[in-house]
């Protein structure tokens, strides 16, 4: 199977340079509607749904490969290899972030920046590390998803059509919109939220942006501060919103802020 | 109107559930009656005070960051949301939220309708255990299985680097056999007449054995490895298996045993490599003549089925315990009593056999009945495209017309007084043997053959001379007198004729037309 069926690739936009945006755990590419199209016109934009998620090809979910972030590190350097040629801005939220610092690792010339979208190395508190969870907190997540995927035909589906937001959403994306596989996502949440990619953050030279909610739950401001002292390059800005999704909730303060570090980075 | 909706503001307030209003980060606007009574608050309380997450427990909290709001983002609304809402008191309610998002002067408004679910979560509880102990049996099972896959991955390899050493064993065991050979072959033509003759056919018979061991040894590699070729052609099995026995008719003289040999009465045609089917038939005979104490009975038969020959070869030997019937055909395995009585060998024997018959898209079976009471194998083969077996009639008939008639043969070649003899029990003949012609003469006067089958280079006086003495016997003229010679042309059948033989036969002798000179039987 291509790459571009594997991850559903969706490749738009034009500019010399290519913007790379993974999403966060929980949905998929559709996250990023309110914040990829402001560069579809200074950059090729590519978005994909990380394995196992959105439309990406179920059965190239591989529970082995995919038991750590470094599998998903590896498909995103696929994708580069597929459909970019030069180094690439990297966008990634939750989750991706750190999918994409470890890609950066693996392969900094692939990347001129990266934008950090809400970022976190290490849920779980560790000693002085204060992550903001307690393996209690993720194993309470996991018996809510494990209730609300009971029946996930149905459940979170928008109940009431014709809601204020709804008119400009085409038919197929309401009924597919972070409709994930109930195992594979419960899998998914143990290597996300179980992960501690903390002893990587200083191999990472890629310039980066932390872009960090006001009030965020799941990456709060002690985790914003950690990353921005351990990275070796790093801009740290931070948005006033509530919520772990400033790209959907607050796309306009989110791409000020990227174009800022951009202007910076890319020079 | 009669029917008229009370104040809206009255229904929002006596709903049937809770019903809260929220800004885009949840914080609580308004809530109703039954909403202040569950969460255990007074609506000053809330408005403009708490927030609906942070009512929610962490986890929870976290799905609703990362499910809820984005969904609700997109999609405007979700719904059955099933999570926990902590009370004043910090009791868990179960909960089941519906939320649908509105602009209202240009304000984002989450409208959120929440019903109790206790008795439900408490199902779906259950349910969801049932299904983890499931989904746990299950791992298990996929977990055995592949540690299952995995050990049978690790013994294909030890099996395969066994077949790999056993061949490079085999190759480099023959590579000194071939100059001892030819050294022994110089050193009998030197001294195989002097004092040390026994020495050397010491030294040869092992040789030979050893030779025979290491290709088989060599031979079964080839099979395990999938490398061994065959080269088909269409084979005559009943002269194959005809020769098969005149090969070992010595060794089974030797041991004692009686070899009985029923051979079907017309060709029967498979595509095969007629070494190699040589090779499964004298085998499956060595077998027998080793697992066979003396004195015994082996019967080697030939049939031919519909679409199918079959070679049977049965003994009365030491049999085979109903358990080790399954794994007779497997490498190295030997029933433990004939290890015991030292018959030697490697037990390849017989896994040689079979690959060699599957190679031909055949089969092979062992049958016996116990310790003690014989073996019987039977190989299956498939009859080569277009091939038919004869009509049965034709043996019945054949074998009927010779039995019981009287026949001597004479001949000084052993073996091939042996085979003659084999082939006329076959036909049912009653038969008696001479190795020179005054033995002939003197096994004539009480056997009374009525049938006298004669070899014409003896040792002792030539078969034109035996035959006018046996015309000379009592009963001597109505003798079916035979003449084989090696020599078919004209002068020598005459020569025969003159010498008062009744046919003569060219050398090797046709049974088909041997047979149709034989008298029908004398009735009484």
């Known amino acids: 199977m291509s790459v571009k069926l594997r991850h559903n690739v969706r490749v738009t936009g034009t500019g010399p340079a290519t913007m790379v945006f993974a999403h966060g755990f929980g949905c998929d590419q559709t996250m990023w509607r309110f914040l990829a199209p402001v560069y579809e016109g200074r950059f090729r934009t590519i978005t994909y749904d990380l394995a196992g998620s959105g439309s990406s090809d179920r059965a190239a979910y591989d529970r082995e490969r995919h038991a750590s972030l470094h599998g998903h590190a590896d498909d995103l350097l696929e994708i580069l290899d597929a459909f970019a040629d030069g180094p690439v801005v990297f966008v990634g939220h939750s989750v991706s972030t750190m999918i994409g610092l470890l890609a950066t690792v693996k392969a900094p010339a692939r990347f001129a920046a990266q934008v950090m979208v809400g970022p976190s190395p290490c849920y779980i508190n560790d000693g002085g590390y204060v992550g903001g969870f307690t393996r ?44 994930n596989d109930p195992d594979i996502a419960k899998h998914f949440a143990r290597v996300t939220f179980l992960s501690d990619h903390r002893a990587d953050v200083p191999h990472s030279t890629v310039p980066a942006l932390i872009l960090q909610c006001s009030d965020d739950l799941i990456a709060p401001r002690t985790v914003g501060d950690y990353l921005h002292r351990h990275l070796p390059v790093s801009t740290l800005a931070v948005i006033e919103n509530v919520g772990h999704c400033p790209h959907m909730s607050a796309p306009t303060e989110s791409s000020r802020a990227i174009d800022a570090f951009l202007a910076d980075t890319l020079r | 109107m009669a029917g008229a909706l009370p104040d809206s503001r009255i229904l929002f307030e006596r709903a049937a559930c809770a019903l809260l209003a929220t800004d885009a980060n949840g914080l609580i606007l308004h809530a109703n009656g039954l909403a202040c009574s569950w969460l255990g608050y007074d609506l000053e309380e809330l408005a403009g005070k708490l927030r609906m997450p942070d009512l929610l427990p962490v986890g929870a909290r976290v799905f609703h960051h990362t499910h809820c709001l984005p969904i609700l983002q997109v999609q405007g609304s979700v719904a059955e949301i099933q999570v926990d809402l902590r009370n004043r008191r910090q009791e868990r309610l179960p909960m089941l939220i519906n939320i649908v998002r509105h602009q209202v002067d240009g304000q984002v408004v989450d409208q959120w309708a929440l019903f109790k679910a206790s008795d439900r979560r408490a199902y779906e509880h259950e349910l969801r255990t049932a299904r983890k102990a499931a989904e746990a049996a299950l791992d298990a099972r996929r977990e055995a299985e592949h540690q299952l896959q995995a050990l049978n991955a690790q013994l294909s390899a030890a099996d395969r680097r066994k077949d790999e050493f056993l061949a490079t064993l085999s190759h480099e065991l023959r590579n000194p056999l071939a100059p001892m050979r030819s050294a022994l072959d110089v050193l009998k033509l030197k001294f195989g007449r002097g004092a040390e003759e026994r020495l050397l056919g010491a030294f040869d018979r092992q040789l030979r054995h050893l030779t025979r061991l290491v290709d088989d040894l060599m031979e079964i590699s080839r099979i395990t490895q999938g490398r061994m070729q065959l080269r088909r052609a269409p084979v005559d099995l009943s002269a194959l298996v005809h020769g ?121 079976r062992a049958d016996s009945a116990g310790p003690g009471r014989g073996s019987e194998f039977t190989v299956r083969l498939p009859l080569a495209e277009g091939a038919h077996c004869a009509p049965s009639g034709m043996a019945a008939d054949a074998g009927a017309a010779a039995a019981g008639v009287r026949i001597l043969v004479v001949d000084d070649n052993h073996d091939a007084a042996h085979m003659l003899v084999m082939a006329l029990q076959l036909f049912g003949c009653d038969t008696a043997v001479a190795h020179t012609a005054d033995m002939a003469l003197e096994v004539a006067d009480t056997f009374r053959p009525e049938v006298a089958l004669l070899d014409i280079g003896l040792p002792d006086m030539n078969g034109y001379e035996l035959a006018r003495r046996l015309r000379l016997l009592p009963g001597g003229v109505a003798m079916t007198l035979i003449a084989a010679t090696g020599w078919g042309q004209d002068k020598d059948r005459q020569r025969a004729f003159d010498a008062g033989f009744d046919h003569h036969l060219t050398k090797p002798i046709d049974l088909d037309q041997l047979r149709t000179l034989l008298p029908q039987a004398t009735p009484g």
């Open chain 1, 136 to 179: 209690e907190d993720i194993d309470e997540l996991l018996e809510t998803m494990d209730a609300n995927y009971l029946g996930w035909s149905s459940s979170l589906a928008p109940v009431i059509m014709g809601a204020p937001n709804q008119p400009f959403l085409r038919a197929e994306l309401t009924d597919s919109f972070c409709r």
């Open chain 2, 244 to 364: 098969a026995a005149h090969d070992l008719a010595a060794t089974i003289e030797a041991a004692g045993h009686t070899l009985r040999l029923q051979l079907a009465p017309a060709p029967v045609m498979v595509d095969g490599d007629a070494t190699r089917l040589a090779q499964v038939v004298i085998n499956l005979l060595t077998n027998a003549v080793k697992y066979t104490p003396q004195g015994g009975t082996i019967d080697l038969v030939l049939a031919c089925e519909p679409g199918l020959a079959e070679i049977r070869v049965r003994d009365t030997g030491i049999g085979i315990p109903a358990d080790a019937l399954a794994t007779v055909f497997e490498m190295f395995s030997q029933l433990e009593p004939a290890l015991e009585r030292a018959r030697g060998g490697l037990g390849i024997g017989l896994a040689l056999v079979r690959g060699i018959v599957e190679l031909h898209g055949g089969s092979i």
